[in-house]
């Protein structure tokens, strides 16, 4: 059976495709006016970034030298993944502390953490079912958290 998704008869375009190309679009004229948050939120998001918002965000950088604030300085990548390890250790805890196995906390926890992530990013978090969210959970952030529980030293496969 094929999904089809509403079309804006006048233009030929798929609806979620408009709806996508406005934010785009407002959040091209906000940063224009110098605040960036929310095309940042859009660019870390899964929006479709069509071709018409591709122009507009080109223009943009064109027209705009774009320069970091000096009160936030960039974060390390390491700092991020060690964040998320942590987050993850804890929700690990938790559900060991709630009678769970280690197996079955440790998904827990990555289905958490994985689930936690969505909200962050996407406005549609809720539309992933908990079978596709497990599907989005790699084997490697399995081993990784299961290694951080194990105490293993190395959190990450050597090649």
């Known amino acids: ?29 906000e940063a224009d ?7 940042t939120k859009l660019l870390h998001s899964k929006c479709v ?10 223009n943009l950088i064109e027209r705009h030298r774009f320069v970091r604030r000096p009160e936030k300085p960039p974060l390390p990548a390491y700092l991020i ?12 805890q938790y559900f060991r502390g709630k009678g769970e196995t280690k197996e079955d906390a440790i998904e827990l ?3 958490a953490h994985k689930r ?9 978090a809720l539309r992933y079912t908990s079978e596709q969210v497990d ?14 529980v194990e105490g293993r030293r190395a959190a990450t496969k050597r090649v």
């Open 109 to 111: 926890a990555l289905h």
């Open 49 to 58: 970034l069509g071709p018409e918002a591709r122009r507009l965000l080109a």
């Open 81 to 92: 993944i060690e964040a998320r390890l942590s987050r993850q250790l804890k929700l690990f």
């Open 33 to 39: 006016a110098g605040d960036t948050s929310k095309l």
């Open 135 to 148: 599907k989005m959970i790699k084997e490697a952030d399995r081993r990784k958290l299961r290694n951080l």
């Open 116 to 124: 936690h992530e969505f909200d962050l990013k996407d406005d549609d």
């Open 1 to 29: 059976m094929i999904r089809r998704q509403p079309i804006d008869w006048p233009s030929g375009t798929p609806a979620r495709a408009i709806r996508d190309h406005e934010k785009w679009r407002e959040a091209v004229v």
